[in-house]
């Protein structure tokens, strides 16, 4: 049986969030991030980065991002904050 992600960011590529692109910027820019840092924890399926249409926020007007298995939402959330959350979940 396949285990979930320790955390996973589904990151919103929707009409608004998208909009400029700035959706997929924040994709792209986490998952190398967390390349960077936790390669051995993606490979190994503890960490996961997706993408999605829409996350049910668009009125923010701004890329967001929702944490599982939490349900925490950050509006244009900063990349360093979303590794310290990595760090704070495999500490666990
Ligand atoms: S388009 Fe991103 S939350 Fe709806």
Redesign the pocket.
Known sequence: MIEPPLIRFVV?V?????REGS?SVLHERLSEALDVDFGKGIAAGEIACVRR??????S?GV??LRIEPSGEVYADPDIDLMLDLVEEALAG
């Open positions: 919103c929707g009409d608004v969030c998208d959706g249409s829409c996350l049910r926020h668009c923010q890329p967001m």
